[in-house]
């Protein structure tokens, strides 16, 4: 019965590298969110889909691309990984897109790149 | 720039005292404000929140408080448990802007039993 889930929950890879990361939820909610923690706990949105679609991306390096799916999936995919990508990313989901609505956290993924 | 603030980085008690994590933001257009609880090696969950009308609003153990004025939030753990520690982050939710939190850097709290 897990709200929020993402796959893999860790991911060690070579600089260079391609890789996803999927998310999924089963609240039926229409908005979804990927944060970055980085290694001081700080976390930063980096982008929101409302029903598919795009609506907030936050200067993140066009190597992320974010891929929806249906409203339910959420994606990141990450081309050319660098040493500053290694961080936990979270994905989230909240009923509606504007502020007041409770957004729920997955897992996170451990993504470390060597 | 946007950015929300926290004084403390770490803060240690005893168990059964009560906790107070503070927080400062710039935003003035927040008009929503949440606090996040995040254990180790698990996502942020939530444990509070506060709309910007309202100055205090409590919860079971917890209680926020919301100083507009001074642009200062707080959150009061009461009777602090050991399961309590984590890293508590405070976040702001500005007006218009997608559902986008901006987070804090977040205190560290041990409960020392």
């Given at each position: 019965?897990?709200?929020?889930?993402?796959?893999?929950?860790?991911?060690?890879?070579?600089?260079?590298?391609?890789?996803?990361?999927?998310?999924?939820?089963?609240?039926?909610?229409?908005?979804?969110?990927?944060?970055?923690?980085?290694?001081?706990?700080?976390?930063?949105i980096m982008?929101?889909?409302?029903?598919?679609?795009?609506?907030?991306?936050?200067?993140?390096?066009?190597?992320?691309?974010?891929?929806?799916?249906?409203?339910?999936h959420l994606?990141?995919?990450?081309?050319?990984?660098?040493?500053?990508?290694?961080?936990?990313?979270?994905?989230?989901?909240?009923?509606?897109?504007?502020?007041?609505?409770?957004?729920?956290?997955?897992?996170?993924?451990?993504?470390?790149?060597? | 720039?946007?950015?929300?603030?926290?004084?403390?980085?770490?803060?240690?008690?005893?168990?059964?005292?009560?906790?107070?994590?503070?927080?400062?933001?710039?935003?003035?257009?927040?008009?929503?404000?949440?606090?996040?609880?995040?254990?180790?090696?698990?996502?942020?969950?939530?444990?509070?929140?506060?709309?910007?009308?309202?100055?205090?609003?409590?919860g079971q153990?917890?209680?926020?408080?919301?100083?507009?004025?001074?642009?200062?939030?707080?959150?009061?753990?009461?009777?602090?448990?050991?399961?309590?520690?984590?890293?508590?982050?405070?976040?702001?939710?500005?007006?218009?802007?997608?559902?986008?939190?901006?987070?804090?850097?977040?205190?560290?709290?041990?409960?020392?039993?």
């Open positions: 019965d897990t709200a929020v889930s993402q796959t893999p929950k860790y991911l060690v890879t070579q600089m260079g590298n391609d890789k996803s990361i999927k998310c999924e939820q089963n609240l039926g909610h229409d908005t979804m969110y990927w944060y970055k923690q980085d290694s001081k706990k700080f976390l930063k982008f929101s889909y409302n029903n598919k679609e795009l609506i907030i991306n936050e200067t993140v390096p066009n190597r992320f691309s974010p891929k929806s799916p249906d409203k339910a994606n990141l995919h990450i081309n050319s990984l660098e040493l500053g990508d290694s961080a936990v990313y979270f994905c989230a989901s909240s009923r509606g897109r504007g502020s007041s609505y409770e957004q729920y956290f997955g897992p996170g993924t451990r993504l470390t790149v060597t | 720039g946007e950015s929300v603030g926290l004084h403390l980085p770490t803060l240690s008690v005893q168990e059964g005292d009560n906790s107070i994590i503070n927080c400062a933001y710039s935003n003035s257009a927040s008009d929503y404000f949440i606090w996040y609880k995040q254990e180790s090696g698990k996502g942020p969950q939530f444990i509070i929140d506060i709309r910007s009308n309202m100055d205090k609003r409590q153990r917890v209680t926020v408080l919301l100083n507009k004025t001074v642009k200062h939030l707080s959150l009061q753990i009461a009777a602090t448990q050991p399961g309590d520690s984590a890293v508590y982050f405070c976040a702001e939710n500005p007006y218009n802007q997608g559902g986008k939190l901006i987070f804090g850097q977040g205190t560290e709290l041990s409960v020392k039993p």
